[in-house]
């Protein structure tokens, strides 16, 4: 750490002179341009950026299928506008990779290829992304998926089964979006301030994304499974709803808290949320009671699905201690 003394210049005007070894790196010099940010009592300071638009380049020659697929993903959410992938020759299976990771993010197309090369672009402008709606979206879908996979199996409904293990995708689009997000206000002050939410709020709200995105998987393993069973036992299923009903509570009033203004109302959300965990762990105890006087197989899979009921409340505690956490007084810097 350096520091500074502040000096006036012209009876009125503050200065303070910046690192040498700093500027040199940044290619600050006498006459550029930079930027400052303010962020509660403290002030950031970056060099001025001319590009809008980050590119990025990966060597793809060694990669394929799922291992090429993620690459591709890694570098968007890294922050990469436009990502061109470079290989001695782009083959069929890769070029299949490639649109399968295009079609898996938000915004992003092809917008050129050839014999070795491929380019795809964000075509998002990311100052119209939000990291509010975007968590939003994320809980609306995830919570609806828990309901419907519940649904499927003690309706026996297989296209609902269907229809929730389809909108984990959705739900992956979002968490990858709010991923991006996030990753570039921890870059650049200058994120946070087109977002309009501090970095602070900024990793709350990721890290409750990352929660919902765990409760819609346990969402598509439950369809999963209720697609293997058949009908099930009638007081095995309503005990299975009233789990669901719990969990979905939890989840509700835990996200109720995060998005509240008023501190006082967050807290009281929020403690609630995390009593009704512990509640839920004594009803999932009852109805692994309830369990072993079924059939063995069927009991094991309806085992796994009280177990992701039980752990899609535990995330909804978990996004109610970070709604806590935001509410709470913060520190000076």
């Known amino acids: 750490m350096e520091t500074r003394k502040v000096q006036v210049t012209g009876g009125s005007t ?129 919570t609806s998926m828990l309901e419907d996979a519940v649904t499927a199996l003690v309706e026996n409904d297989d296209d609902i089964a269907h229809d929730v293990i389809e909108r984990d995708d959705d739900v992956d689009r979002l968490w990858l979006v709010v991923s991006r997000i996030f990753r570039a206000t921890l870059r650049s002050p200058r994120a946070a301030e087109e977002l309009g939410v501090s970095r602070e709020d900024c990793f709350d709200f990721h890290s409750s994304a990352r929660q919902l995105e765990r409760v819609a998987d346990h969402a598509a393993k439950i369809s999963q ?58 009803h999932t105890r009852h109805i692994d009671d309830m369990l072993r006087e079924q059939e063995p197989v069927q009991a094991q899979s309806l085992g796994l699905i009280v177990d992701s009921l039980s752990r899609s409340a535990d995330y909804g505690g978990n996004i109610a201690e970070t709604a806590l956490q935001k509410a709470a007084p913060r520190p000076r810097s």
């Open 225 to 282: 499974l209720a697609l293997k069973l058949e009908e099930i036992p009638e007081s095995v299923a309503e005990a299975l709803v009233a789990l669901q009903d719990d969990a979905a509570d939890v989840l509700e009033k835990a996200m109720d808290a995060l998005f509240v203004e008023e501190t006082d109302e967050a807290n009281a959300l929020g403690h609630a949320a995390r009593e009704a965990v512990l509640e839920i762990d004594e």
């Open 14 to 142: 503050y200065t303070v002179s910046l690192p040498k070894e700093w500027a040199t790196e940044n290619g600050v010099s006498s006459g550029s341009t930079v930027e400052l940010y303010p962020e509660d009592e403290a002030l950031l300071l970056t060099p001025h950026s001319e590009s809008e638009r980050e590119e990025g380049t990966l060597d793809v020659s060694d990669l394929e299928g799922e291992r090429l697929t993620r690459a591709v993903m890694t570098m968007y959410v890294s922050g990469f506008d436009i990502i061109r992938l470079e290989a001695g020759r782009i083959t069929t299976d890769q070029r299949r990779a490639i649109r399968s990771a295009t079609q898996s993010l938000v915004g992003v197309e092809v917008l050129e290829e050839t014999t070795d090369s491929v380019v795809i672009q964000d075509l998002l402008d990311s100052s119209e992304l939000s990291i509010v709606n975007a968590v939003r979206r994320m809980r609306l879908i995830a």
